[in-house]
């Protein structure tokens, strides 16, 4: 890259762009390629406010870390023709283009730019799912990335197609986007198919993923997302079969209960005896002596064959002793 100063043409070798994954600690290098008295070597982040140094070597102070930028920045290479720092655990808020200015005598500052853009991309989610044709698979892949990732799905196998693609983008509150990709593969022939998901950001190597569709309809094996509509609608009708079921059976029985319990107490109440009344008592007392005197009536009376006479009463005995 090409270094400026003040009417003076020298070389600085640094990398305009530097691409590195968030998280990842990521070097910044600068080289002076002409011999020159240089004095200091100072490391600047340009900001929405201005410039502000980071970092500063020379031979008198050595390594010297500003304020604000301890514990993020350090020095790889301290030397005042090759000078390199690290940015560790690089952030969103780490990204920004950096100067290295290399202090000369008598010919002043000689300045180099490099920027730093992050990147972030995360393995995609490759789901697969049936569709109502059974010729027919929904594939779906997802990936989050920042900037917005590319999102590819395919198929090595011969004969195999996809159709109805679509690609839906949404931007999350971290400034990262998730992009996720759809289509219908068709064109099955009875054997186990492999789709793949590749996802990709810039000159970044893609990430891949791949999944295996069974030959067999596809209800339970990996890769697949729950039941279809026809197998959720079956179930949804049988549990409320079941349902309605268990509802008219407890009717049933609290109908049976009840009424068992009606018979109980008409059965009590027919076995109870009843305490007869006055008028009762006393119809059934002149029936009984009705019956009496009919069968009294009926039965003849036996004549004595002998007739004994009374005997003479104890005053009657003692009457006649007296008169004689």
Request: net charge neutral; aromatic share 4%.
């Amino acid at each position: 890259m090409e270094g400026f100063s003040k009417g003076l043409t020298a070389v600085i070798q640094t990398q305009k762009t530097v691409m590195a994954k968030v998280g990842e600690d990521v070097p910044l290098s600068c080289r002076l390629m002409q011999t020159k008295d240089v004095l200091q070597v100072t490391w600047q982040k340009l900001l929405p406010e201005g410039k502000k140094n980071c970092a500063t070597y020379s031979e008198h102070f050595g390594e010297t870390v500003n304020p604000g930028f301890q514990g993020k920045v350090e020095f790889k290479d301290a030397g005042l023709q090759n000078c390199s720092i690290v940015i560790r655990k690089a952030m969103e808020k780490d990204e920004a283009c950096y100067y290295c200015l290399f202090n000369t005598f008598p010919d002043g500052s000689l300045t180099g730019i490099t920027c730093l853009q992050l990147y972030e991309l995360h393995e995609p989610i490759l789901q697969i799912r049936e569709s109502n044709s059974t010729e027919e698979t929904v594939v779906s892949c997802s990936a989050t990335g920042r900037p917005a990732p590319t999102v590819t799905l395919n198929v090595p196998q011969q004969g195999l197609y996809f159709s109805n693609s679509s690609t839906v983008s949404v931007t999350n509150t971290n400034s990262t986007v998730t992009v996720t990709t759809t289509a219908l593969l068709s064109g099955f022939h009875g054997k186990d198919t492999q789709v793949g998901c590749a996802a990709g950001l810039l000159s970044v190597p893609e990430m891949q993923v791949f999944k295996m569709i069974p030959a067999v309809k596809r209800s339970s094996d990996d890769g697949l997302n729950g039941k279809s509509g026809s197998d959720e609608n079956l179930t949804l009708i049988v549990a409320l079969s079941v349902l309605v079921a268990i509802v008219l059976v407890a009717a049933i029985v609290v109908a049976v209960l009840l009424q068992h319990k009606h018979k109980n107490r008409d059965a009590e109440k027919n076995n109870t005896p009843h305490k007869p009344t006055k008028d009762t008592y006393e119809s059934e007392t002149a029936l009984m002596k009705q019956e009496n005197e009919h069968i009294r009536k009926r039965t003849p009376v036996k004549e004595n064959p002998k007739e004994e006479k009374p005997e003479p009463s104890s005053r009657t005995v003692r009457r006649l002793c007296d008169s004689l």
